[in-house]
């Protein structure tokens, strides 16, 4: 079994999540298990980011201390993330005394082993505490952070450590030159590649008077105790994950893929290679980095108010509904756009009307014309017509899905749904009901049918990634052995459901008309 140890960015304690978050964590989610069916052993890690100034201001207005502030939200995060199946492995929270524990020793490593990488000096600039960054002029517009328009940069002026950032120019050069998959997808790389060829400053990685965050262990020249910067706190979270710096910490580390958002990609291949090589400890092997969800054609942002609570999306036509129609809406190497009504259309036309329907039909059909099991149908050398179509389409599938050309999630689920479709049109041409009417043609009909049961089955496998929970209840409907979860998809040729017993329930997808519309 290949090792694949998967992250995502692990999100900011200050806020409820949104769909933002969600977009995220279901592609991750699906990554995992689509390696998982691959026959990897996997290591899915999510979790929360909890310390900062932005936390500390959250904390405040609700009159909480930052500690019970942050628990609170980590159980919001983790009971949505439960609604939404996300199969993660691990939940880590910054506040752990473990991961505080690695951090410590992380930075320490870096100085035992380069002692000139940290040094003190009194800086100013405009900082944003929605980002927790200092911004450079390109990324301030009318006097306001891009990312942040609706929060006031703070001029700070302050004595802090650094970490000589510019030393590992050469090393990030060549990082990207030996490594161009490292960083993908390509437009992601070439502004990091444009990024470097500004040439790199030296990062402030201390806030003096910051009192939620991890001590930062090297003593100041004034005496003062400076707190960690957030993002030298929340990037090694990956690592401490393993049990860094306990032994035994390299058997999971370096991770195969970090999955995040396009508006990080500077401090997970620019500032996180060069902690990682500081410290001499190997760099994860991939980013993936995803684009931004949009509504109305405004970024998902607490910030910016532009939220609907993620409930009421989940609520609208259930998790894996959802789940579903954003992998297939939004482009995981771009950017998209959410809408109620595309929403609507997607979940009728595409989960009720094809692949729902698709599956009520032919269940019914064995019920009524073969007592509930799945005939044997004398399967043909290469099978029916519908499972040579199936599995000549397997390798565009994967390559969507196997990060051979990009997480292209939206087009590993088109990829999946085109089996409905065959399905459907399968259904259409060889009309059972038709061939039930004719006993001479009984060998005909236990074929067809046995074919159908087929596709049925392996596009349980195929869209297990995108909707878990429906997929397992198809599986049972079709009185397979076992969870979709333990196929593998080299099995998916042999897939033979002769002798199952089908046992029809609810609609996988009730159409919906008009249940809790909204304009948009």
């Known amino acids: 079994m290949a090792r694949f140890f998967l992250t995502t960015a692990i999100d900011y304690a200050n806020g409820d999540p949104h769909l933002g978050h969600a977009l995220e964590k279901i592609g991750a989610d699906a990554i995992a298990r689509y390696r998982r069916l691959a026959g990897d052993d996997v290591h899915f890690l999510i979790g ?24 609170q939200i980590a159980a919001v995060f983790e009971d949505a993330w439960r609604r939404l199946a996300i199969s993660n492995d691990q939940f880590i929270r910054t506040t752990d005394p473990a991961h505080k524990r690695g951090v410590r020793t992380l930075i320490k490593r870096i100085h035992e082993n380069n002692p000139d990488d940290f040094y003190e000096k009194t800086y100013e600039g405009w900082y944003c505490v929605g980002c927790e960054l200092f911004k450079r002029d390109n990324e301030i517009v009318d006097g306001r952070c891009v990312l942040h328009p609706t929060r006031e940069l703070q001029w700070t002026e302050e004595r802090n450590w650094f970490f000589r950032l510019s030393k590992y120019q050469g090393f990030l050069e060549r990082l990207f030159a030996e490594r161009p998959d490292f960083l993908r997808p390509e437009s992601r790389r070439n502004e990091i590649a444009a990024l470097l060829g500004q040439g790199l400053e030296d990062i402030s990685i201390t806030r003096s008077r910051l009192s939620w965050a991890i001590p930062f262990p090297l003593q100041s020249s004034n005496g003062e105790e400076q707190g960690t910067w957030v993002w030298f706190d929340a990037l090694p979270n990956y690592l401490t994950a393993t049990g ?24 997970h291949t620019v500032v996180w290679p060069a902690m990682l090589q500081a410290a001499e400890i190997a760099i994860p092997e991939q980013v993936w980095a995803h684009g ?28 894996d509904a959802l789940r579903y129609f954003l992998l297939r809406e939004v482009p995981f190497d771009g950017d998209g756009d959410f809408s109620w009504a595309r929403f609507d259309e997607r979940y009728n036309a595409e989960l009720a009307n094809a692949w729902g329907n698709l599956a009520s039909r032919v269940i019914a059909m064995i019920e009524k014309y073969c007592d509930g099991v799945v005939p044997t149908g004398e399967r043909r050398e290469g ?9 000549a389409a397997l390798p565009d599938y994967h390559a969507a899905m196997d990060g051979s050309r990009g997480y292209l999630l939206h087009d590993g689920a088109k990829r999946a749904m085109e089996s409905v479709a065959r399905g459907n049109e399968f259904v259409q041409s060889s009309q059972p009901w038709a061939l039930a009417k004719d ?6 009909l ?4 046995a074919a159908l049961a087929r596709t049925l089955a392996r596009q349980c496998v195929l869209l297990h990634p995108f909707a878990p929970g429906k997929t397992e209840e198809l599986w049972r409907q079709l009185g397979a052995p076992g969870r979709v979860s333990d196929q593998r998809f080299d099995g998916l040729a042999g897939l033979d459901g002769a002798g199952w017993k089908v046992r029809k329930g609810p609609p996988l997808f009730p159409r919906e008309d008009g249940r809790g519309k909204q304009d948009g």
Do not use: C, N
Request: aromatic content about 8%; hydrophobic content about 40%; charged content about 30%.
């Open 48 to 71: 929360m980011d909890e310390h900062g100034q932005k936390v500390k201001q959250a904390a405040d207005e609700r009159g909480l201390s930052p500690q019970a502030f942050v628990d």
């Open 439 to 444: 006993p001479a043609k009984r060998i005909e």
């Open 383 to 391: 099978g029916a017509v519908i499972d040579r179509a199936d599995i």
């Open 244 to 267: 860094f710096p306990e032994k035994g910490y390299r058997e999971r580390w370096p991770a195969q893929l970090h999955v995040i958002g396009k508006d990080i990609t500077r401090l």
């Open 292 to 319: 931004f969800m949009t509504f109305g054609g405004e970024r998902f942002s607490k910030s910016a108010g532009v939220t609907f609570s993620l409930a009421e999306a989940i609520d609208r036509h259930g998790a």
């Open 446 to 449: 236990d074929r067809v049918l």
